[in-house]
């Protein structure tokens, strides 16, 4: 499927990190994204796109707000996206369960808007930049 793995090894188990936000701490991401973002593979790229996804949907306000813990969410200059995510839904001014299920679903009809497609990057960035005006 051409979606983002949301999913973190925590203790041996593969957790969903939007699924279990409340109990995955930034710092079990964190280490996860460090291992992901040193890598030159499919997974890496994921994360690439899907911080590129969140930096791109932000308002400019959002933006300069979660500049200010830009080392939170980066190592060596490369942002992981899932770490992103978890400063991004952190840094919102009400944190709450409609946030993160809006944010899952707005990421899962992508990977199905590819599909639909037959995976035609045009129609794919078409329906990305109407969910980021969103």
């Known amino acids: 499927m051409a979606g983002w ?7 041996g188990a ?24 040193a890598g030159q593979d ?7 796109q899907l911080a590129h996804f ?10 300069m707000k979660l500049a200010v813990k830009e080392t ?3 190592s060596n200059g490369v942002t992981h996206g899932l770490i992103l995510l978890k400063a991004v839904v952190g840094a919102a001014s009400v944190d709450t369960r409609y946030t993160i299920v809006h944010i ?17 990057i ?9 969910l980021e005006q969103e």
């Open 104 to 120: 899952k679903k707005q990421i899962s009809s992508l990977s199905q808007e590819m599909l639909a497609n037959d995976n035609n």
């Open 122 to 130: 045009v129609n794919f960035n078409a329906k990305a930049n109407m």
């Open 54 to 63: 969140l930096r791109e949907s932000l308002t400019e306000p959002a933006k």
């Open 42 to 48: 499919r997974a890496a790229q994921n994360s690439y």
């Open 14 to 37: 593969k957790v969903d990190v939007l699924t279990h936000y409340g109990t995955v701490t930034s710092e079990q991401v964190k280490q996860a994204g460090l291992l992901v973002t």
């Open 5 to 11: 793995d949301m999913t973190i090894d925590v203790n």
């Open 72 to 74: 939170d969410y980066t």
